[in-house]
């Protein structure tokens, strides 16, 4: 909800290197184009978004809200829309039963014939699909073997609920205007540690049809996992791509310093690891990844969207989730840095990017147009109704997160998947930043006024996602960063730059640089700033743009560049404060629920890394 809202660009450069200000310039692209995208959605043909009514949202639904079409909420049945169509998306419901619990409702012989499936019906019947949940879920806590979940795994049901979700991922696939890959989930919970990946392919139903998506009743082990999918890739011809989601659950297994039996990683963990992992999910519905203010306690926007449950259900006291590092990604970033300089391989050099892991069948990231989680906290008065369920969390605590950004050449399967491959893509908390982060050792702060700046960038050094070799002698890396506002959203705070690196002693270290600012303010000698400032209006949810910029751009060099310190890199953007949904359906309520008001939703760079001789093995 803007009122008014324009203000000029206003472009500096970081006060610690003296750069003048820069006018912003009309830019022309080289042979990329962004492309934006949910690589996380669930329809009804997932056990937990059907039990929580979703019952009519499948895959075509999906496909046609992503594309702009108008189509029936499955919860409360009115017209929704998306504000702005989404490039591509990937349809990824829970290989755990997939389409089981849709099954079994619609009366399945199969199942229907099966004790369990009985019992599950009439649950069902009776109202009792929190039972059912619970159930299924305490079963991937304890390990699915001899239990009733395994029972219910019927391979028939899941191959005929697969076909029909490849399928509908044909029949939306239109190269060039909006591009569909095949994918799942597998939803590994050992010990509520949530280990889940989003898995999809670039290959079409002629090759997906011949495989049934790995599940963790299959195993829990993400080693196992990768053993599948280096099998199956083999066998077929075809690529995959495993994308790690809500780290900040993972009672810090997820980016863990040993592996699933406890040994210590090592260089063929690693390989495996990059091969099929590239990347991991930063920011969702549950929460943002990135890192949290305990393990970055410098960082003045490290809290945000903390979310602190864990899907376990098998006490009846709320579990609420820890702070270990193997939980966050910068801190995993870090880790990654150590195991290089030990192994000679980063388990942990992935790049980032958000999604939403809805289970309405519907993409919404945005505040103003928020679906919720799942289908029953889709309404203001619904958003309480988890709270029993889901182990103390609510639809109060939900994000309204988050898009993959992608630079690609073209909008196809072969394009964007390649894209994810080489780590060119960003995450966003939903906004549509435009952001370009490049590193190499010649930029000068002409380069940024280039009409041409991203084909200038491209030919002095590598775009997020890439890597540093050894320094030449006497330089230092430096930074070309582009950021843009959405056209439809909030302006610019501020550009930050992440640093993590190793001392002499081998420890790891962080520290966040503000390198570009809005609205003429410059960094104190400590490097920090004071506030953008704040326009939202908590009575109306309305907010202006008077603050903040439209565009801002920068040439960076690092001051405290050490060449024989092993580093990554990362830019994170920050919009001006805006009205948090929570916020805009507590006035629509007219009652206060006591959580945030406002947020700075911002873009995560995927890092670039600095790798100093001796070379990576």
Not at 570 to 582: D, K
């Amino acid at each position: 909800m803007t009122r008014n809202a324009s203000v000029a660009s206003i472009l500096l450069g970081t006060i610690m290197l003296a750069q003048p200000v820069y006018a912003a310039k009309a830019q022309s692209e080289p042979d990329k184009q962004l492309l934006w995208g949910d690589t996380h959605l669930h329809s009804s043909y997932s056990m937990d978004a059907y039990l929580f009514q979703n019952r009519t949202a499948d895959p075509d639904t999906a496909y046609r809200y992503a594309k702009g079409y108008p189509v029936i909420h499955p919860y409360h049945r009115a017209r929704v829309q998306i504000g702005t169509p989404l490039d591509f998306l990937v349809v990824a419901d829970h290989a755990e039963l997939m389409g089981v619990t849709k099954s079994l409702a619609e009366g399945n012989k199969l199942l229907a014939e099966l004790p369990v499936g009985q019992r599950f019906i009439r649950w069902m019947k009776e109202g009792r699909e929190a039972d059912v949940f619970r159930e299924i879920a305490h079963a991937l806590n304890e390990g699915a073997s001899g239990t009733p979940v395994e029972s219910l795994n019927s391979e028939e049901v899941r191959k005929t609920i697969w076909q029909q979700i490849t399928a509908a991922a044909e029949q939306h696939n239109d190269p060039g205007t909006f591009t569909t890959f095949l994918g799942w989930e597998w939803s590994s919970l050992p010990n509520a540690a949530n280990l889940h990946r989003v898995v999809f392919t670039a290959a079409g139903a002629e090759k997906g049809d011949q495989f049934i998506p790995y599940s963790a009743i299959d195993s829990s082990r993400p080693e196992d996992l990768w053993n599948w999918l280096d099998r199956t890739s083999k066998a077929l011809d075809i690529d995959f791509v495993a994308i790690p989601h809500n780290s900040n659950i993972s009672k810090g297994k997820m980016f863990d310093l040993v592996d699933s039996e406890g040994r210590p990683l090592d260089a063929n963990y690693a390989r495996a690891r990059m091969r099929w992992e590239p990347l991991v999910e930063a920011t969702q519905i549950k929460g943002d990844s990135e890192t949290h203010p305990l393990l970055s306690p410098d960082d003045a926007f490290a809290d945000f969207e903390s979310y602190r449950f864990l899907i376990d259900t098998s006490h009846s006291t709320y579990k609420t989730a820890s702070v270990p590092a193997g939980s966050y990604v910068r801190a995993a970033l870090k880790r990654g840095l150590q195991l290089d300089d030990q192994t000679g391989v980063n388990p942990y050099q992935f790049g980032m990017i958000g999604s939403t892991d809805s289970h309405t069948g519907l993409a919404s990231a945005e505040e103003t147009n928020f679906h919720g989680k799942s289908a029953i906290d889709s309404t203001p008065e619904g958003k309480s109704l988890f709270e029993p369920i889901k182990n103390g969390a609510s639809g109060w605590n939900m994000s309204a997160s988050g898009l993959a950004a992608v630079w690609a050449q073209e909008n196809t399967r072969e394009s964007i998947f390649a894209a994810f491959k080489r780590k060119e893509v960003y995450a966003t908390t939903g906004p549509r930043i435009k952001l370009r982060f490049f590193a190499g050792w010649d930029y000068d702060p002409e380069d940024v006024e280039n009409t041409n700046y991203a084909a200038v960038a491209y030919g002095k050094g590598v775009p997020m996602g890439g890597e540093l070799g050894d320094a030449p002698e006497g330089k230092s890396p430096s930074f070309l960063i582009h950021a843009v506002k959405d056209p439809v959203g909030a302006n610019l705070d501020r550009i930050q730059v992440i640093k993590g690196y190793t001392d002499e002693a081998g420890n790891t270290k962080e520290k966040v640089y503000n390198v570009a600012l809005s609205d003429e303010r410059l960094p104190g000698r400590d490097g920090k700033t004071k506030p953008v400032g704040n326009t939202v209006d908590i009575i109306s949810g309305e907010y202006t743009n008077d603050i903040g910029a439209t565009e801002l751009a920068v040439v960076w060099k690092d001051p405290e560049f050490s060449s024989n310190q092993y580093a990554f890199y990362y830019a994170r953007v920050l919009e001006i404060p805006t009205p948090r949904h929570t916020l805009l359906d507590e006035i629509a309520l007219q009652q206060e629920k006591h959580t945030a008001d406002t947020l700075q939703e911002r873009a995560y760079s995927s890092p670039i890394w600095y790798t100093p001789e001796p070379p990576r093995q």
